[in-house]
């Protein structure tokens, strides 16, 4: 995150936390808030790691605890129910995008809402179908990475964006069966 500054402007992934009224702090407030909500247990995240580095990681967590999601308006006018998680985040290093990371990110967060009891799991992703995107700007991931994952599209809420969903059956251990990601970073772990 440091090496980032924070990313986007100093927001440490924070921003999805945030309710009403919690927003436009500066950049080591958000950074605080966040750790206490990790020493709390009040943030999940698969993190990637490549030997003693973190280099990407994907956040997810239930509803409750990621309030804040983009296109919040749209989202509420075709909203049936809520899910029981939300996959809100993906960060690469800029130095290892393009690797596959995010897709190894996604598969650890699956595996882990399988440990903690399953259930719906909704996204929030862009489809880049047809046009250049930076990499950066794709903190949501991509339509077709969730796709190849088994999500299904359920509605636009923006011009790009989509709400995507998956059923995922609670386990004792071990992740869900897998959609191959490419096996380039050499390990992963969750937290």
């Known amino acids: 995150?440091?090496?980032?500054?924070?990313?986007?402007?100093?927001?440490?992934?924070?921003?999805?936390?945030?309710?009403?009224?919690?927003?436009?702090?500066?950049?080591?407030?958000?950074?605080?808030?966040?750790?206490?909500?990790?020493?709390?247990?009040?943030?999940?995240?698969?993190?990637?790691?490549?030997?003693?580095?973190a280099v990407g990681w994907c956040q997810f967590g239930p509803t409750a605890e990621l309030p804040n999601i983009r296109s919040r308006k749209a989202y509420e006018e075709g909203r049936r129910e809520l899910p029981d998680w939300r996959i809100t985040c993906f960060f690469i290093d800029r130095d290892r995008r393009g690797e596959g990371i995010a897709h190894v990110a996604l598969q650890e967060a699956l595996g882990e809402i399988a440990r903690l009891g399953g259930g719906t799991v909704e996204a929030y992703p862009e489809d880049v179908t047809g046009r250049k995107v930076s990499r950066s700007f794709l903190c949501s991931g991509t339509l077709g990475m969730f796709e190849q994952a088994g999500f299904?599209?359920?509605?636009?809420?923006?011009?790009?964006?989509?709400?995507?969903?998956?059923?995922?059956?609670?386990?004792?251990?071990?992740?869900?069966?897998?959609?191959?990601?490419?096996?380039?970073?050499?390990?992963?772990?969750?937290?």
């Open 152 to 191: 299904e599209r359920d509605r636009k809420i923006a011009m790009h964006r989509w709400v995507v969903a998956r059923k995922i059956p609670g386990q004792r251990s071990g992740p869900p069966p897998p959609n191959p990601p490419p096996p380039r970073p050499r390990s992963a772990k969750s937290c």
């Open 1 to 53: 995150m440091e090496k980032h500054h924070g990313i986007f402007g100093g927001c440490w992934c924070i921003l999805f936390h945030l309710g009403p009224g919690e927003g436009k702090r500066s950049a080591e407030e958000y950074r605080a808030m966040k750790e206490a909500r990790v020493r709390e247990g009040r943030a999940h995240a698969a993190l990637v790691f490549d030997g003693p580095d």
